[in-house]
């Protein structure tokens, strides 16, 4: 309502003066002009017209302004908002002694403030409650505190304060502190009750299980977990892994005090089917949150049968005993092309084959290629074949085994397409390597350790033991140094060169697919002592992790991948198709959708495209974000060839809302201070409605028009001009 109204003027001394001699000076002007005109109608009535426009110059100088004063109508209010998010589930509120009292929740804690009666003793004001946490689809899994704090500003007439009881732990949106600055601009001061421990309660946390998105029947599964100790002793406990049809492994564990374990238990599933998997830890005696101690997560378990194409121009050692490796190994089917140049013929027998396949499709059913000592020439690879596994590679996700040896062929590759693919940098004056009468050792990497290609034993620590022991290698490639964007997972124990130890076990991926690169031909003397025991596992582990996007999902003459192969959600999922046309050649161009269907019910149609390239071959390509957690279903169509292919993917959600952590008094104390409110205790409500009941009343709204700068006026005084100046040219004055 508006009380009072009146018109002011921001005019200064110098501005005064100013517009006064203007006026003045302006009828000095007309009146000469009138006299020389001898008092014609005409020109009187146009000088007048240049005196009023002199007038409005000098009034417009002065700044005019119309006031108005609004008094509220609406019923002050004080709104409390209150945190919903799941971290409120945290249950580290303890009344009394932090060792023995007993903790309960901080949600159940900011319920009871809720309910307290003292806040109807807050006279003239409406008090307003309601919960904030995120706009996201499964909201409670976020905390936005500035959307939060601007929603209030703008839903509320008349807001006299604000009331934010929270954790502080704010994890996606600006930073509060930007709304709490605009609330002091407006005058509305934000009191702040922090909730929960400033410190980590005692406590033993099962932080992350990373389980892959699938696992092979009959094959040992490793699945990563990293455990929590905010306690401040060691701990000395069991982790459990139970699966949903009975299985159960335990292993003994220890963890020292304020720290974290990294590590990883195995399960071998005996048959198909969805698995959920279970890992936990019992409670410790003196541990107060019972809450964190298991984490579940989703697995696949699907029979195997990989399909790997194994070319060498002569039967080394290294040759020899891999075949054997692969052949006895019952998920893979292995096929060996032996070209032997110098007797112009290729080798034959069980698994072999008499020349490189042909045809695309031919070519696509291998999931891994190994290259040995092979390269372009009579009776060897062509430019053609090199083209064709580069397009397998970076279209059909299969993966690419570069192990050369002596005889260097494998330099030939290097004017091929072949060459963008290798992920080292070779010495083209030394084409036949280096050789030693002394053997030589794998020393791995920090990557090297954590990788799964490098893991011979169950801990990262008794791997790196078994890597040392083992028999060593008299030859090495001549490389000079990986390239950019590969991971170096082991290098020579000794040698070295002016860009550090020399690489010889290097990965990287290249589009869809990985390359691994094998820099010496002496993983066959592995077998020394013990046989098959690492030799066999090291190359399993090698062939699977090549083909594990492709075999995420796959039909007659459709496969469908995606990255992250772990997808959490709100963050971007990337989806990559393989599609074959009716005749079983490589789609180039076609209508692919996929339905998304989500958990709770929600369809999105997604449209896959591809590029116009040849070395696209039958890629096609698509993503979406996911924004609930939980299992998708995903059916993929293509109208050119008729078929479908059904999948799930199982979509964990994102861990921004943590159990455990420490409540956030930093981002609440500088909350307050931003908008000089202030920050209390959790056991200081009647400090705070104290406070609430002291705010003085804001000083009513003053609006102003600034009528010097708006549009009217300046229109009207343009107007004024025009007629002005037409009256000239009609009264016939130049």
Same mark, same amino acid.
């Given at each position: 309502m508006i009380d009072e109204a009146w018109f002011s003027m921001l005019g200064t001394t110098p501005t005064i003066i100013f517009g006064v001699v203007l006026v003045l000076a302006v009828i000095v002007v007309s009146w000469i002009t009138v006299v020389r005109a001898k008092f014609s109608t005409g020109m009187v009535v146009l000088e007048l017209f240049r005196i009023l426009l002199a007038c409005l110059i000098a009034f417009m100088i002065n700044q005019p302004e119309w006031l108005e004063r609004f008094i509220p109508q609406e019923e002050p209010v004080i709104a409390v908002l209150w945190d919903d998010s799941d971290s409120m589930n945290t249950e580290d509120v303890v009344e009394g002694d932090e060792l023995t009292g007993e903790a309960i929740s901080r949600r159940a804690f900011v319920e009871s403030v809720r309910n307290n009666d003292l806040w109807g003793s807050i006279e003239g004001v409406r008090i307003e409650m309601e919960p904030f946490s995120s706009t996201l689809d499964e909201a409670n899994r976020a905390t936005d505190i500035n959307s939060a704090i601007n929603s209030a500003v703008a839903n509320y007439q008349n807001l006299r304060g604000l009331v934010m009881v929270s954790d502080g732990d704010w994890n996606i949106g600006d930073a509060p502190e930007n709304a709490a600055r605009?609330?002091?601009?407006?005058?509305?001061?934000?009191?702040?009750?922090?909730?929960?421990?400033?410190?980590?309660?005692?406590?033993?946390e099962v932080t992350s299980v990373d389980a892959p998105t699938f696992g092979i029947?009959?094959?040992?599964?490793?699945? @990563?977990?990293?455990?929590?100790?905010?306690?401040?002793?060691?701990?000395?406990?069991?982790?459990?892994?139970?699966?949903?049809?009975?299985?159960?492994?335990?292993?003994?564990?220890?963890?020292?005090?304020?720290?974290?374990?990294?590590?990883?238990?195995?399960?071998?599933?005996?048959?198909?089917?969805?698995?959920?998997?279970? =890992?936990?830890?019992?409670?410790?005696?003196?541990?107060?949150?019972?809450?964190?101690?298991?984490?579940?997560?989703?697995?696949?378990?699907?029979?195997?049968?990989?399909?790997?194409? #194994?070319?060498?121009s002569y039967p080394r050692w290294e040759y020899r005993y891999l075949r054997n490796a692969l052949s006895r190994d019952p998920g893979v089917e292995v096929s060996c092309l032996l070209y032997h140049p110098d007797l112009n013929k290729v080798g034959g027998g069980a698994d072999y084959i008499e020349e490189f396949p042909q045809s695309d499709e031919e070519l696509a059913k291998? +999931?891994?290629?190994?290259?040995?000592?092979?390269?372009?020439?009579?009776?060897?690879?062509? #430019?053609?074949d090199c083209r064709r596994i580069k397009s397998l590679v970076s279209s059909q996700a299969s993966g690419l085994i570069f192990m050369p040896g002596f005889r260097g062929r494998q330099f030939t590759l290097l004017s091929t397409p072949l060459a963008e693919l290798l992920p080292v940098h070779l010495d083209e004056a030394q084409p036949r390597g280096w050789g030693s009468r002394t053997p030589a050792q794998f020393q791995l990497t920090q990557r090297g350790r954590?990788? =799964? =290609?490098?893991?011979?034993?169950?801990?990262?620590?008794?791997?790196?033991?078994?890597?040392?022991?083992? @028999?060593?290698? $008299?030859?090495?490639? @001549?490389v000079l140094r990986a390239k950019a964007g590969s991971e170096?997972?082991?290098?020579?124990?000794?040698?070295?060169?002016?860009?550090g130890r020399i690489p010889l076990l290097v990965t990287k991926t290249f589009g869809a697919g990985k390359i691994l690169f094998m820099g010496t031909d002496g993983a066959w003397r592995w077998r020394e002592g013990v046989e098959d025991k690492y030799h066999y596992r090291f190359w399993g582990q090698v062939a699977r992790w090549m083909a594990y996007q492709r075999n995420m999902a796959s039909g007659n003459s459709m496969r469908i991948f995606y990255t992250p192969d772990r997808p959490t959600s709100g963050n971007l999922l990337t989806l990559n198709a393989n599609v074959m046309s009716g005749t079983g050649e490589p789609l180039q161009d076609g209508n692919v959708f996929v339905q998304v269907i989500s958990p709770s019910g929600n369809t999105e149609r997604i449209r896959l495209s591809t590029r116009n390239d040849e070395e696209q071959w039958g890629l096609f390509s698509g993503s979406?974000?996911?924004?609930?957690?939980?299992?998708?279903?995903?059916?993929?169509?293509?109208?050119?060839?008729?078929?479908?292919?059904?999948?799930?993917? +199982?979509?964990?959600?994102?861990?921004?809302?943590?159990?455990? $952590?420490?409540?956030?008094?930093?981002?609440?104390?500088?909350?307050?201070?931003?908008?000089?409110?202030?920050?209390?205790?959790?056991?200081?409500?009647?400090?705070?409605?104290?406070?609430?009941?002291?705010?003085?009343?804001?000083?009513?709204?003053?609006?102003? =028009?600034?009528?010097?700068?708006?549009?009217?006026?300046?229109?009207?005084?343009?107007?004024?001009l025009g007629v002005f100046w037409i009256g000239r040219k009609m009264a016939g004055v130049i």
């Open positions: 605009q609330c002091r601009y407006d005058n509305i001061p934000v009191f702040t009750m922090p909730v929960g421990s400033r410190n980590r309660l005692p406590d033993v029947v009959n094959k040992t599964t490793r699945i @990563p977990y990293v455990i929590t100790n905010s306690m401040a002793r060691a701990v000395d406990t069991i982790v459990t892994l139970r699966s949903n049809d009975g299985d159960e492994i335990t292993e003994t564990i220890h963890i020292d005090p304020k720290s974290r374990l990294e590590s990883a238990i195995t399960w071998k599933p005996k048959k198909e089917g969805e698995y959920t998997l279970t =890992l936990s830890v019992p409670t410790a005696d003196d541990e107060l949150m019972k809450s964190n101690n298991s984490m579940e997560v989703p697995i696949t378990i699907k029979k195997e049968s990989l399909k790997v194409l #194994v070319v060498e291998f +999931d891994v290629v190994f290259l040995g000592d092979v390269g372009i020439g009579d009776d060897q690879l062509t #430019v053609d954590d990788s =799964l =290609l490098t893991k011979l034993a169950d801990s990262p620590e008794a791997s790196e033991q078994v890597w040392r022991g083992l @028999p060593g290698f $008299q030859w090495y490639a @001549p170096v997972l082991a290098v020579h124990s000794s040698d070295s060169n002016i860009n979406f974000t996911p924004t609930e957690s939980g299992r998708y279903e995903l059916v993929m169509t293509c109208r050119e060839n008729g078929a479908t292919l059904e999948t799930k993917i +199982d979509v964990q959600g994102s861990e921004r809302e943590r159990l455990g $952590q420490p409540a956030r008094y930093d981002v609440m104390d500088q909350i307050a201070k931003a908008s000089t409110g202030k920050m209390v205790e959790s056991d200081e409500l009647p400090a705070l409605i104290q406070a609430l009941s002291e705010i003085p009343e804001p000083e009513p709204e003053v609006r102003r =028009l600034r009528l010097w700068r708006h549009w009217i006026w300046a229109t009207i005084f343009v107007s004024l």
